[in-house]
C-alpha cells in the first residue's frame, strides 16, 4: 500500500515542450565505471562545439528550458567545458554542471562561475570504484561530500547537488545521508535518490526491436555477468527511509509515471531548518504557488532556485497564513525562538529533495517511464529518454517488452534466439 496519495500531491505542471531541465551530452567519455550508470563509455567521445551548439538549438525549438543539465559521461573531461557553459550561459538558461567531481578544483570551479556556472550537481555512490574511497560506504562517502560542498560553498554563488543512486544493499543507508544533509544545510540545496533500474537477460520479459528478438547483451544496463541483480525499489520504499531521520518529511510535488498516474516517477520535497535541525516541508500550495508564479513572471517553470533563494527562509515564513505546510514550520521555529532569540541570527535555509524512479516494465510488458521527463536529450536530431539513448545507438529504435509464458508452468519456454544483434561492442558501464 502506497504511503502517499498522489491526489493530495501537486502534479508538476511540465510538459514534453514546456519542461524546465533540458538534459545536454557534450561527451560519453567518463573517468569512473559506475555500476549503475547507462551509457557507454566512448574515449574521446566529444561532441564539437558546433554540435552542441545544434543541441541547444533543438531544446530551445522544441522545449522552453530554464536550465540545462550539462552531463555525460563526465562533462569535465570535455577540453572545451568552459566554452560549452559560456554557450548555455549566453543563450539566457542556466547552466548546471552535472559530474562525478574528480576533475573539479576550485580555479576551474571560479572559472565556470565566472561564465556563468548556476548549479553543480555531484554523482557520489558507493559503487563508482572512485579512487581512494573503494570500499566505503554511503556514510564513510558523506566526508567526499561535504570536501564538495566546501568548495562550492568557499566559491560561492553556486547552487550544491548531490545525486546518489540507491541499491537494496545501499537504501538502509538512505538515514545517515539525510542526516547529514541536515548538518550542512547551508551549504547543500539539493539532495537526489535515484532508484537503480536494469534489465534482466533471465527476467520475465523479452527484449524486441523493430519487431524482431535483439540481444540485449552490448546495453550498459543489462544484469548478466559482472553485474549483481537487485530487486527494483519504488520511491515509497526511500520516503519510508527518509522518514526515518526526519519524520516530518512529505512530498509537495511529483511527476506520475506514461503508463501508471499513480506512481511516483519524480518527487520532490522541501524542507526548511538550521544545521542539524528540521522544522518541516512545504506543502503542495507552496510548490504550485512557485512553479506558477515563476511561469508567469520569465516565461518558464523553474528548474533550479536561485542560491539566494534557498537562503531565504524567514521572509518566506509570511506566507504561512494561507499554506498550511509553512504554518507548521512557522510555529515549530516560533517555540524555539521563544526558548532562545539567538536562533534567530542562524537564519532559515531551503534544502530540497528529490527521489527519481526510472523506467518500471509492468507485467503486460508495458513500459512507464517519466511522464513529462526533464532529462529528455537529443539524438538525431530529436528529443528522446537520455536514460535509454543506447538502445537507439544499438538497435536504431527503442527496445519493447513482451511478457514470457507464464514462468509458473513446469516446463519453461526455451529462450528464442536473437535475430539481430546490436552493432558495438560491450560497454563498459560509467558514471552518467
Known amino acids: 500500500m502506497k504511503s502517499i496519495d498522489h491526489r493530495r500531491v501537486y502534479r508538476l505542471p511540465w510538459s514534453l515542450p514546456d519542461n524546465p531541465v533540458a538534459w545536454l551530452e557534450p561527451t560519453s567519455q567518463c573517468n569512473l565505471s559506475c555500476e549503475g550508470c547507462y551509457r557507454e563509455n566512448v574515449k574521446d567521445g566529444h561532441l564539437a562545439l558546433d554540435e552542441i551548439e545544434r543541441h541547444l538549438d533543438i531544446f530551445q525549438r522544441d522545449r522552453n528550458p530554464d536550465g540545462i543539465s550539462i552531463a555525460g559521461g563526465d ?44 548549479a553543480v550537481t555531484f ?3 558507493s559503487k563508482q570504484g572512485r579512487k581512494g574511497w573503494r570500499g566505503k560506504n554511503e556514510i564513510e562517502l558523506c566526508a567526499l561530500r561535504e570536501q564538495l560542498a566546501r568548495t562550492v560553498a568557499k566559491v560561492g554563488g553556486i547552487t550544491c547537488s548531490f545525486n546518489q543512486t540507491v541499491y537494496p544493499d545501499t537504501l538502509d543507508q538512505v538515514p545517515d545521508v539525510v542526516r547529514w544533509a541536515a548538518d550542512n544545510i547551508d551549504i547543500v540545496q539539493v539532495v537526489v535518490f535515484i532508484l537503480y533500474r536494469s534489465a534482466r537477460l533471465d527476467g520475465p520479459f523479452h527484449y524486441f526491436a523493430g519487431g524482431k528478438n535483439v540481444d540485449m547483451q552490448v546495453v550498459p ?8 541483480v537487485y530487486k527494483d525499489l519504488k520511491a515509497d520504499d526511500v520516503i519510508a527511509k527518509i522518514r526515518e531521520a526526519d519524520p516530518l518529511y512529505a512530498p509537495a510535488g511529483y511527476l506520475n509515471g506514461t503508463e501508471d498516474p499513480t506512481s511516483f516517477k519524480w518527487t520532490l520535497a522541501a524542507r526548511f531548518g538550521q544545521r542539524g535541525k528540521s522544522y518541516g516541508y512545504v506543502g503542495p500550495r507552496f510548490m504550485e504557488v512557485g512553479q506558477a508564479g515563476h511561469h508567469l513572471l520569465t516565461g518558464r517553470y523553474m528548474g533550479y532556485s536561485p542560491r539566494w533563494i534557498q537562503r531565504m527562509g524567514l521572509p ?12 507548521g514550520i512557522a510555529k515549530r521555529f516560533a517555540r524555539d525562538v521563544v526558548r532562545n532569540p539567538f536562533v534567530l541570527t542562524k537564519g532559515l535555509h531551503v534544502q530540497a529533495f528529490m527521489i527519481i524512479q526510472p523506467i518500471d516494465v509492468l507485467p503486460d510488458g508495458r513500459q512507464s517511464m517519466c511522464d513529462s521527463c ?14 535509454r539513448m543506447e538502445e537507439l545507438r544499438c538497435f536504431g529504435t527503442f527496445v519493447q517488452t513482451v511478457p514470457r509464458p507464464d514462468a509458473t508452468t513446469k516446463k519453461k519456454a ?12 560491450l560497454p563498459t558501464p560509467t558514471d552518467a
Not at 221 to 228: F, P, V
Not at 374 to 387: K, Q
Open 75 to 118: 562533462p569535465l573531461t570535455h577540453p572545451q567545458i568552459v566554452e560549452i557553459v559560456t554557450a548555455v550561459a549566453r543563450r539566457g538558461l542556466k547552466p548546471i554542471l552535472n559530474t562525478n567531481g574528480v576533475k573539479l578544483e576550485e580555479p576551474l570551479l571560479r572559472e565556470l562561475r565566472r561564465v556563468g556556472l548556476k
Open 316 to 327: 518566506l515564513l509570511a506566507a504561512a497564513p494561507i499554506e498550511p505546510g509553512l504554518k
Open 414 to 425: 526455451a529462450r528464442p534466439e536473437p535475430t539481430i544483434r546490436a552493432r558495438g561492442t
Open 221 to 228: 544496463y543489462i544484469t548478466e555477468g559482472t553485474k549483481a
Open 374 to 387: 526533464p532529462d529528455m536529450t537529443v539524438y538525431d536530431g530529436r528529443l528522446v529518454w537520455s536514460c
Open 123 to 125: 554523482h557520489i555512490d
